[in-house]
């Protein structure tokens, strides 16, 4: 699984190309990068957002989303431990979309898709 | 892409920190390598209490949502496996820690660095590096009517949510 950007100017920013290691803070992965809008003063604009998962593409088109939307790419793991097996991390869960404040009512909107 | 997550357990009066755990099996000594099957539980005792804590290393943005949970608090008769998430360690002993029953649901802890230990754990951490979960701190309890051999295993399962 991993996170796609392509900004206005063409560039593509790729979490697996990245090593999911941020650009600019080697503690932080890439989702940081995005997230924070990190690569907009060098590449402009985000226009497109994906997710790659299980052979499938999930895209948001970034033009049509508010201005002050952010990314939303959260996902849930668990980890069982049972004397047996080694302890083995799996994806339970993924939140992909994005969230903004609604201008009149000032709450959190969330638009997301739950992805297992 | 994700952390990786490792297991460390304390021992001793000083909290002797061993990393990559591959198990948390209760025993009636405090350490973390010796064989469960030597060093039984014997009826009407507890086991002493163990500690351990997930450390997430790798890169992310943020890290929330710490839950522990156990599949079955009562693996036999006479017998309760008890836990809580501990931020001051004890040293290990077999008094009763006098904790609950470990949750089924689930316990809900915080993250913290360098140890998981001491104040200011927080519910979502954003800071970078590695990072501890709370300490699990668990003990199999025993009552006269407990039998002898194994426990039927049950599974402790830890949760997180990452982005």
């Known amino acids: 699984m991993f996170l796609e950007v392509e900004f206005s100017d063409g560039f593509i920013l790729n979490q697996l190309k990245q090593n999911d290691v941020s650009m600019f803070d080697n503690r932080r992965n890439t989702f940081y990068d995005i997230v924070n809008k990190l690569c907009e003063k060098d590449h402009g604009k985000m226009k497109r957002l994906s997710l790659y998962k299980d052979n499938r593409k999930y895209s948001i088109d970034w033009t049509t989303v508010p201005n002050d939307a952010k990314p939303v790419c959260l996902k849930t793991f668990s980890m069982d431990i049972n004397g047996i097996d080694a302890y083995v991390q799996k994806l339970v869960n993924v939140e992909f979309g994005y969230e903004y404040i609604d201008a009149k ?9 739950a992805i297992s | 892409m994700s952390t990786t997550v490792t297991f460390t357990e304390f021992n001793g009066a000083s909290a002797t920190p061993t990393t990559n755990r591959t198990e948390m099996n209760l025993k009636s000594i405090d350490d973390s390598t010796s064989s469960y099957q030597v060093n039984t539980i014997v009826v009407n005792s507890n086991s002493f209490t163990k500690y351990q804590a997930p ?5 992310y943005n943020t890290l929330s949502g ?3 949970k156990i599949s079955s608090n009562t693996p036999g008769t006479g017998i309760t496996i008890t836990g809580s998430l501990q931020s001051t360690y004890v040293t290990p002993s077999q008094v009763a820690s ?10 809900v802890g915080t993250y913290r660095a360098t140890s998981p230990f001491g104040t200011g754990g927080v519910a979502t951490y954003t ?5 501890y979960a709370s300490a699990l701190r668990l003990q199999m309890q025993t009552t006269s009517s407990a039998s002898n051999g194994d426990t039927s295993p049950v599974t402790i399962t830890y949760m997180w949510s990452e982005s």
């Open chain 1, 105 to 113: 009512t000032k709450k959190i909107i969330r638009e997301v898709e």
């Open chain 2, 55 to 59: 450390l997430h290393s790798g890169t």
């Open chain 2, 66 to 68: 710490a839950t522990f």
């Open chain 2, 98 to 107: 006098g904790d609950s029953a470990m949750s089924l649901v689930g316990l």
């Open chain 2, 127 to 131: 800071a970078g590096g590695n990072v």
